[in-house]
């Protein structure tokens, strides 16, 4: 499956973003779908994940209760919509995909098999 990641840009602290990652080559359905970011000179981190069917959730800490992912099975898409945005959140932004499961989220990039090509967010103080 190939995934393809939209919606960066810039934005000024406090403001919101929505991405998108559309699948191509296979449907979304058969699998888990997480968000990961990687500011420079940094590793890349996971950002938050869901099951297969939406019915769970997970967040990192640092953006609890400012983003939402959600999915949509029938658009073969998943969103990560990012409101009050602070610096930190500067990043590129990576959706991938793991192996369905409906109790576990995985967290470790490793986990994960396919991945899009990333979309730069920046947020200016």
């Known amino acids: 499956v190939q995934l393809q990641a939209s919606g960066g840009g810039l934005v000024q602290a406090g403001g919101s973003l929505r991405l998108s990652c559309t699948a191509s080559?296979?449907?979304?359905?058969?699998?888990?779908l997480g968000w990961f970011r990687q500011a420079p000179g940094k590793e890349r981190e996971f950002v938050t994940g869901?099951?297969?069917?939406?019915?769970?959730?997970h967040y990192a800490d640092s953006v609890k209760g400012r983003f939402t992912i959600s999915r949509d099975n029938i658009r073969n898409t998943v969103y990560l919509q990012m409101n009050s945005l602070k610096p930190e959140d500067t990043a590129v932004y990576y959706c991938a995909a793991a192996t369905r499961d409906s109790i576990y989220i995985q967290i470790r990039a490793y986990q994960y098999n396919y991945w899009g090509q990333g979309t730069l967010v920046t947020v200016s103080s």
């Open positions: 080559g296979g449907t979304l359905r058969e699998y888990n």
């Open positions: 869901i099951i297969w069917n939406g019915g769970r959730t």
